[in-house]
Every structure is written in C-alpha cells, then in structure tokens.
C-alpha cells in the first residue's frame, strides 16, 4: 500500500494519476473541474477496491460525491454545496481522516 491514488479526467487532457496528493494538489484539481465531462475518482491506495468519484455538476449546482464500498459493495451518495467542501470530503476520504463523511449531506443509494 502506498498511499491515496487520485485519478483525473479534465476537459480534453488525458487522464492523469496521483500518488498520494497534497492537500494543496487535490484543491488544484477540484478547482480545475470546469465543465461537464471533468471528474475526479478517489481511491486510498492502489489496491483499494472502494473509492469516492465526483463529476462537475454545472455553474451554481451542488456536487455529488458517490461513495463505493469496495468491502460491502454498499453504494452511496453525499452532497455537497461547493468545490471547497469537495476538496475536504475527497482529501479526508483520501487520507482516512475522522469525520469526512459529516462535511456533506449523505443519501443511500
């Protein structure tokens, strides 16, 4: 295990991958999801079979964050209302901090 893996889609790039991404890394990332199309998938190590993925869900709209249990197979959903708490959700998830699911409002799926 070697930490976080953060797989990104923006616009036309390729994709890119992270290894273990800063704080200041991450929010990079979230504030260049511009249009549809850009996501960003969270993994917290390579062979983490679970992950959190959010797409850009338009000007004003909030995010949707969707979380897979890679360990129940549980599906869910958390909302959250701007890209500064994305950026919290995905790098608490990331780096197993306490209480990052609480940052957003969560819905079973």
Request: hydrophobic fraction near 35%; glycine fraction near 10%.
């Amino acid at each position: 295990m070697r930490g976080p893996l953060v797989q990104v889609n923006i616009g036309d790039d390729e994709e890119r991958v992270l290894l273990q991404p800063s704080a200041a890394q991450l929010l990079d990332l979230v504030n260049d999801m511009r249009e549809d199309g850009d996501f960003l998938v969270v993994q917290r190590d390579e062979e983490a079979e679970g992950y959190l993925q959010t797409a850009y869900p338009g000007e004003g709209e909030p995010f949707v964050i969707e979380l897979s249990d890679g360990s129940t197979g549980e599906q869910s959903q958390l909302m959250a209302p701007d890209k500064n708490v994305v950026h919290q959700v995905l790098f608490g998830y990331a780096y197993d901090r306490p209480g990052w699911r609480d940052l957003a409002s969560s819905q079973d799926l």
